[in-house]
């Protein structure tokens, strides 16, 4: 019988990440580890097959440190997933809302959820994940403490939901990047693909006007342009892209060309983009969409299942 392919998320089991995870890839086994590091670590030893990994989110922004692990030169990314998140404020069975007076959470949840908590008049203490501080609120046993997760972490933990849909924005969605060790690009011409790069420009006037020149020239389209400090040196910044389109595009490869005589780049995945982009440019609200055709197979004898969106009630996420 051949083994159960893996896939790393941080956290807890009832994680949101790990809610992403079984969307995705249902037929994985989805393992959790305490921090982003030790999944990247995980996945470059070989310990699983792929990673879920939270980039960014439409309320509280990026999700820290994970610019600075992304560019690991072992891992590639293969697809991505948009989860729209549901904050479920989530206390002992039979705790009040009076009883509450702190709020444990990963700082995402915190933040997602601060007008929220602001108007409860609670105070939000920081956990390392939102599953793990439901489950430390479970065996902790008092009263005065409530956590924010997800339904899932209510049911696996044993507590009370006591105020549904906490997030302040009624958008408020994760996107996930899904990582491998194996660099499987997502082939031109299969439909709309996101390509993904980091490049730190040489130290000289008009370097990122310059380094930018040959996509604005071409028309490609940069639906994201992130920039860290890299190496403790102010003088030094590293950049985080995303365009539309592949380097096999004539316009893309002469954009990145020109980039290349003023910055240092990588390419870091090229893939399918999400369904959910097109939806949002459609819709004032998010919809959580179908994942087996928006990411690209990570075996050769999987392929690419076409699954009813998962516009699901709250309750199931």
Do not use: W
């Not at 941080?10 to 995870?21: F, L, P, T, V, Y």
């Not at 994985?28 to 980039?55: G, H, K, N, R």
């Not at 610019?67 to 072992?74: A, D, E, G, K």
């Amino acid at each position: 019988m051949t083994a159960r392919q893996r896939i790393a998320f941080q956290g807890e089991r009832g994680a949101n990440s790990h809610i992403a995870c079984r969307d995705v890839y249902p037929d994985f086994d989805a393992v959790p580890y305490p921090t982003f590091d030790e999944c990247f670590s995980a996945l470059e030893e070989q310990a699983v097959d792929l990673a879920m990994i939270p980039v960014e989110n439409s309320t509280a922004g990026r999700v820290a440190d994970i610019h600075l692990l992304l560019p690991r030169p072992t891992v590639h990314i293969i697809g991505e997933y948009f989860l729209p998140i549901r904050h479920q404020l989530l206390g002992l069975v039979g705790a009040t809302l009076d009883d509450i007076k702190t709020v444990h959470s990963h700082p995402q949840a915190l933040a997602q959820c601060r007008a929220g908590l602001r108007a409860l008049g609670l105070v939000a203490v920081t956990a390392g994940d939102t599953a793990g501080a439901a489950r430390e609120i479970a065996e902790a046993g008092d009263p005065s403490r409530a956590a924010i997760a997800s339904r899932l972490a209510a049911e696996a933990y044993g507590l009370e939901v006591l105020r549904a849909d906490l997030e302040d924005e009624a958008h408020n969605t994760t996107r996930f990047l899904i990582l491998s060790t194996e660099n499987l690009r997502a082939a031109a011409g299969i439909g709309p693909l996101v390509t993904t790069f980091v490049f730190k420009v040489h130290n000289r006037p008009s370097a990122l006007y310059k380094a930018l020149g040959g996509f604005a020239t071409g028309g490609v389209n940069m639906t994201k342009l992130e920039s860290y400090m890299v190496g403790g040196h102010f003088v030094a910044t590293q950049f985080l892209a995303d365009i539309e389109g592949s380097p096999e595009d004539p316009a893309v490869a002469q954009a990145f060309e020109e980039l290349s005589f003023y910055a240092d780049h990588r390419i870091l995945g090229v893939y399918r983009a999400s369904r959910y982009r097109e939806r949002q440019r459609l819709e004032p609200a998010p919809v959580a969409m179908a994942a087996g055709a928006e990411v690209a197979p990570y075996a050769a004898n999987r392929p690419a299942v076409d699954r009813p969106a998962l516009d699901r009630p709250a309750a199931s996420r």
